[in-house]
């Protein structure tokens, strides 16, 4: 397990207000990367693959949601998406993914305690990595996100173990398949930080009508 008494990562978990939350972040966007590539940061890849198996046509324009310095976006990259937009909380990490030259198309402030700012329909699918759990993105994102995704549009998300100990996360996943809001098209739970012995579940719901 690697050694982050000096780092951010053993305070990540540990927050209060959206504002407590904004200046942790904008603290930590310098040193973000290099100490959660420390310890291995598997979700973007697993959360990238998932909806790549969904999203046939990678023309189409998809959002990163709390897509920080920018990680998640060079994942979806990766896995061959052409036309990505990114929005996050925090100033400090949108900068770092703006200097990512080449994986967003536009990048905007947002905070998803409130309505997400954009038309329905505008993006095919979106996604939110690493960015659902205890006073970070709450559980209703999920019903914003499925709002504003046209039918047959694809929310791939992760929740890692903290936020699945907490019965609103995983209960909201519940309750809009069971209400026939979404089809739960993808369900993996695997490495999320090996470093610190975290683990995450990465969902694809996708939106019914
Ligand atoms: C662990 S980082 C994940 C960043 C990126 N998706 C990745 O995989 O590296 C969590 C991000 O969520 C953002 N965030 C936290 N709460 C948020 C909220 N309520 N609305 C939007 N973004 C939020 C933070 O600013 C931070 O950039």
Redesign the pocket.
Known sequence: MADTKDGFLDK?YDMGS?DE??DF?GNWAET??AE?AENG?A??GRCAAALAGFAPDKAAPIL?????????GL?FRAAGFEKIDG????PD?IEKARGKEGVYRNLFL????EPLPVEPGTYAHMA????MGP????PETINEVLEKLPAGGCFVFSLNDHALAVPEYPGRVIDVVDGGAAELMFKEHGPHLPGIGLESTVFVLRKRY
């Open positions: 990540a959206v939350v904004r972040y973000y990367e959660i940061y979700t973007p990163d949601i709390g897509c920080g310095t920018g990680l998640s994942a929005t996050d909380l925090t990490m947002g905070d998803m305690n939110a990595v690493g960015v006073n970070l993105a709450p």
